[in-house]
């Protein structure tokens, strides 16, 4: 088992030369104070990548165990072989298929889940999650704000065509989350923008 603080820069690094979009480094501190704050047992996540954010949860978490789901079977083989070298293979179960497809075939309760998928599936990907959900959860969603086209005070351009779906879909998501009852979030400009929907019942 090697040192997981050295893992992280080899990912880090990996990611940098192959364009993986890991959580960006401003982000890094608002998803781990959401995951020290909601200490989870059972954590989701939808976009493993290389496994950088489901490495950085589990480390922070002894006790927890994730079920990440990633589209891409290449990638997968890079995030099998980072967990596996951080001895997190028992704790990680890497899941490959599209997410809003396996999304029916699992089984909760999940008590955090983290959706860092395609952008333009995020309200599906939010109620597709919804009976997964532990009473007490914590939905965090990553690049929710992406690249400040999502919200601001209506001066911002009308985004150019490739982004159009993905940025009324995020503004969906956003919508969705804020007028969920029992929920509370809370919008981080960090990064991309992470939304952290919390449930407390
Ligand atoms: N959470 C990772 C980064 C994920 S990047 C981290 O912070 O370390 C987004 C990933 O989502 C990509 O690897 C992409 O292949 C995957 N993805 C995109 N659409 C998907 C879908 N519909 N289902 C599952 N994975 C998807
Ligand atoms: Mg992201």
Redesign the pocket.
């Known amino acids: 088992m090697e040192r997981i603080d050295d893992l992280l820069r080899e990912m880090e690094a990996y990611a940098r030369d192959k364009e ?4 960006t480094e401003a982000a890094r501190p608002v998803f781990l104070r959401t995951v020290r704050e909601a200490a989870p047992r059972r954590i989701l ?10 490495l950085l949860a589990l480390r922070e978490l002894p006790d927890a165990e994730i079920v990440t ?4 079977a290449v ?1 997968v083989e890079a995030a099998r072989s980072f967990l596996c070298r951080a001895g997190m293979a028992a704790r990680a179960s890497v899941v490959v ?4 497809k396996l999304l029916p075939t699992i089984s909760g309760n999940f008590d955090l889940v ?1 959706i ?3 952008k333009s ?1 995020y309200p599906d990907f939010w109620l597709g999650v919804q009976p997964l959900l532990a009473p007490r959860a914590v939905v965090v969603a ?1 690049n929710v704000l992406f690249r400040g086209l999502v919200e601001g005070d209506g001066s911002e351009e009308w985004p150019k065509h490739s982004y159009r779906t993905m940025v009324l879909q995020l503004r969906e998501y956003l919508r969705l989350v804020r007028s969920a009852p029992g929920f509370r979030t809370e919008i981080f400009p960090e990064g991309d923008g992470m939304a952290v929907s919390w449930r407390d019942e």
Not at 69 to 72: P, S, V
């Open positions: 993986v979009p890991i959580l996540e939808l976009g493993t990548a290389i496994g950088y954010s489901a789901i990633e589209r891409d990638i298929g599209a997410a809003e983290f860092d998928a395609a599936r990553d």
